[in-house]
Antibody
Framework: EVQLVESGGGLVQPGGSLRLSCAVS????????MNWVRQRPGEGLVWVSR????????TYADSVKGRFTTSRDNAKDTLYLQMNGLRADDTAIYYC???????????????WGQGAMVTVSS | QSALTQPPSASGSPGQSVTISCTGT?????????VSWYQQHPGKAPKLMIS???KRPSGVPDRFSGSKSGNTASLTVSGLQAEDEADYYC??????????FGTGTTVTVL
């Protein structure tokens, strides 16, 4: 069964840091690009970041660029989101989502994790 | 990186059809055939319903269909059923490995 499981969420003070993990199973992780998508309470989905299958290229939404870093360990089948300089408006559920397999282009996120809640508050 | 525009709400009676629009720009929806649609029930993770404008993943009922004209994409749900009541989001590839989601539409089955 294809599965994505996020962990690492929690309560952090403004200006603090947190690292989310997304452990995958059921597919060849190293052959897929991966993404982070967030959803503030009661609001819509917002794309946050994308990383290529080999980790060579990462892209970020303007709202997190310079503060968040996406990485992956293909040997451990795990995706990471390092979040620094956290602000109250970063409070959200963070989902990891699988992108297209290498060599294909669909622009779609076909598998999603259950989400990890991050709360930034003093 | 402005969000794609969707109507906040849409509704229909069981068995009827509802169509949701998703308006972007010539830099995203209008430029790429990489428009996707996601269904999200309360407290759940989103689920892919349509990819590449018109393609239905395995397991998605054929009551769901997608289309695109210019800078606007649409999702049509035919033969509405109670379980179709959910939030729906479009998304589009926006070039240079960037993506953008729509503002979301709440579909109510009357």
């Amino acid at each position: 069964e294809v599965q994505l499981v996020e962990s690492g969420g929690g309560l952090v003070q403004p200006g603090g840091s947190l690292r989310l993990s997304c452990a995958v199973s059921g597919f060849t992780f190293s052959r897929y690009s991966m993404n982070w998508v967030r959803q503030r309470p009661g609001e819509g989905l917002v794309w946050v970041s994308r990383i290529e299958s080999d980790g060579a290229i990462t892209t970020y939404a303007d709202s997190v660029k310079g503060r968040f870093t996406t990485s992956r360990d293909n040997a451990k089948d795990t995706l990471y989101l390092q979040m620094n300089g956290l602000r109250a408006d970063d409070t959200a559920i963070y989902y990891c989502a699988r992108g297209p397999m290498v060599g294909t282009s669909t622009g779609a996120f076909d598998v999603w994790g259950q989400g990890a809640m991050v709360t930034v508050s003093s | 990186q402005s969000a794609l525009t969707q109507p906040p709400s849409a509704s229909g009676s069981p068995g009827q059809s509802v169509t949701i629009s998703c308006t972007g720009t010539s830099s995203d929806v209008g430029r790429y055939n990489y428009v996707s649609w996601y269904q999200q029930h309360p407290g759940k993770a989103p689920k892919l319903m349509i990819s590449e404008v018109i393609k239905r993943p395995s397991g998605v009922p054929d009551r769901f269909s997608g289309s695109k004209s210019g800078n606007t994409a649409s999702l049509t749900v035919s033969g509405l059923q109670a379980e179709d009541e959910a939030d729906y989001y479009c998304s589009s590839y926006a070039g240079s490995n960037f993506y953008v989601f729509g503002t979301g539409t709440t579909v109510t089955v009357l």
